[in-house]
């Protein structure tokens, strides 16, 4: 059985950082992903990596601010934020798909975990 185990949430000021883990078990993964859903928005997509970490993708409203990485030996995904802003606050959710390609499609992906609360405070 998969399973998706974030943490590193947490309430933070404007113009902090944090560093989001997402911890994969029960298999190897393939592209793996990060969105989010903020009170009352749609979840939207956050930032994307393939397999093997050398493509990435992300949304504009994070590019340059956020980076994604991974290490397939922990079989565990990153998500670096820097330069938080009001507007980064939501639910922050990690997402796996167990083929080749990377999406921003949330419908691309297999699985899900439960989400860390991240709450930047201006």
């Known amino acids: 059985q998969v399973q998706l185990v974030e943490s590193g949430g947490g309430l933070v000021q404007a113009g902090g950082s944090l560093r989001l883990s997402c911890a994969a078990s029960?298999?190897?993964?393939?592209?793996m992903g990060w969105f989010r859903r903020a009170p009352g928005k749609e979840r939207e997509f956050v930032a994307t990596?393939?397999?093997?970490?050398?493509?990435?993708d992300y949304a504009d409203s994070v590019k340059g601010r956020f980076t994604i990485s991974r290490d397939n030996a922990k079989n565990t995904v990153y998500l670096q934020m820097n330069s938080l802003k009001p507007e980064d606050t939501a639910v922050y959710y990690c997402?796996?798909?167990?083929?080749?390609?990377?999406?921003?499609?949330?419908?691309?992906?297999?699985?899900w975990g439960q989400g860390t609360q991240v709450t930047v405070s201006s």
């Open positions: 997402a796996a798909r167990l083929s080749l390609g990377v999406y921003r499609n949330y419908e691309a992906y297999d699985y």
């Open positions: 029960g298999r190897a993964m393939y592209t």
């Open positions: 990596v393939s397999w093997n970490g050398r493509t990435t």
